[in-house]
Nanobody
């Protein structure tokens, strides 16, 4: 079992940047795919992107492509979501989670963190 804790959220103006961290406990962090998701008020949780075990492959959803990047440092048991050129529509609670295989589907993920709030003002 692995436990995840997100951090790095906050309030930022449109066009600004934030870097979210997803810190994991346990020795098996490097064996998981890490996914990032977000949930805006009144909306369903949606996939943002994911990164494979080694960090050599990552994917982000079309809505954030060119603005968000995902990375990981297995020596620090941490994954990151770098968010640039933020827009008001990026306002949401952001979550990380683990999967045992490469997947873009929320249902394949588990070990959800508690989330971190990102608010973007116009």
């Amino acid at each position: 079992q692995v436990q995840l804790v997100e951090s790095g959220g906050g309030l930022v103006q449109a066009g600004g940047s934030l870097r979210l961290s997803c810190a994991a406990s346990g020795r098996t962090f490097g064996s998981y795919v890490i996914g990032w998701f977000r949930q805006a008020p009144g909306k369903e949780r949606e996939f943002v992107g994911c990164i494979n075990w080694s960090g050599g492959g990552a994917y982000v959803a079309d809505a954030v492509k060119g603005r968000f990047t995902i990375s990981r440092d297995n020596s620090k048991n941490t994954a990151y979501l770098q968010m640039n050129n933020l827009k008001p529509e990026d306002t949401a609670v952001y979550y990380c989670a683990t999967a045992g295989m490469w997947s873009l589907s929320l249902r394949d993920y588990s070990n959800w963190g508690q989330g971190t709030q990102v608010s973007v003002s116009s």
